[in-house]
């Protein structure tokens, strides 16, 4: 089956502008997570979504970061007023269940530049 | 404030050899211990896990040692091949409020694999 989706792959953008990053995890994962990766260090945490809400956002770096998932499915991340340091990669990752040591999928992620 | 340690950044072996990855932690409430294998422009991918009450996992040529006591983690690679050749990120996890759970990663190590 498909695995874990992210569109753009790629998105260029001038400081100060809105993004939004879509995420279609694996068919029937309840959980999803928003992951950022800067060039040359590991994923760091950015919020988790089991089924449409959002179980923890510890991660998200301020107020200008958000994200939804409205049906449960598709989530998108969304930046407001955008920053040269949020220039990164974003990876989204499912699982069949948040709690339990199930295994994170991730996609290939979307790289982000902000000029 | 960098949870999980990983050493070195980078390592370069002769094939047929055995890279050694290791990692660290401090928060001693993480409870399982994932490596991620990651090639460019692609998401990481689970390779093998391990859970505190072993000290000892192999999968293939993939082998985990944990020292609980120690806080400490690695990877052995054995028989390393050509196409082993990727960025390795150690992780952890523990279970947070409700249903929570999110991974740690550390900074990643860069495996060459000469051919």
């Known amino acids: 089956g498909a695995g874990v989706s992210q569109t753009p792959s790629n998105k260029v953008t001038e400081k100060g502008k809105y993004v939004e990053l879509r995420c279609d995890p694996i068919?029937?994962?309840?959980?999803l997570y928003w992951y950022r990766q800067s060039l040359g260090q590991g994923p760091e945490f950015l919020i988790y979504?089991?089924?449409?809400?959002?179980?923890?956002d510890s991660g998200l770096p301020n107020d200008r970061f958000f994200a939804v998932r409205p049906e449960g499915s598709v989530s998108t991340l969304k930046i407001q007023r955008t920053e040269r340091g949020d220039s990164a990669v974003y990876l989204c990752?499912?699982?069949?269940?948040?709690?339990?040591?199930?295994?994170?999928?991730f996609g290939p992620g979307t790289r982000l530049t902000v000029l | 404030q960098q949870q999980v340690k990983q050493s070195p950044q980078s390592l370069i072996v002769q094939k047929g050899g055995i890279p050694i990855i290791n990692c660290a932690y401090e928060?001693?409430?993480?409870?399982?211990f994932p490596w991620y294998q990651q090639f460019p422009g692609k998401g990481p991918a689970l390779l093998i896990a391990?859970?505190?009450?072993?000290s000892e996992k192999k999968e293939g040529r993939f082998t985990i040692s944990f020292n609980k006591s120690a806080k400490q983690f690695s990877l052995h690679i054995m028989d390393s091949q050509p196409g082993d050749s990727a960025t390795y990120f150690c992780?952890?996890?523990?279970?947070?409020?409700?249903?929570?759970?999110?991974?740690?990663f550390g900074s990643g190590t860069q495996l060459t694999v000469l051919p």
């Open positions: 990752a499912s699982s069949s269940a948040g709690g339990g040591y199930n295994e994170q999928f």
């Open positions: 068919s029937g994962h309840t959980a």
């Open positions: 979504f089991q089924g449409t809400g959002a179980a923890d």
């Open positions: 928060n001693t409430a993480f409870d399982y």
């Open positions: 391990i859970r505190p009450d072993v």
């Open positions: 992780a952890a996890s523990a279970l947070l409020s409700g249903s929570a759970r999110q991974l740690t």
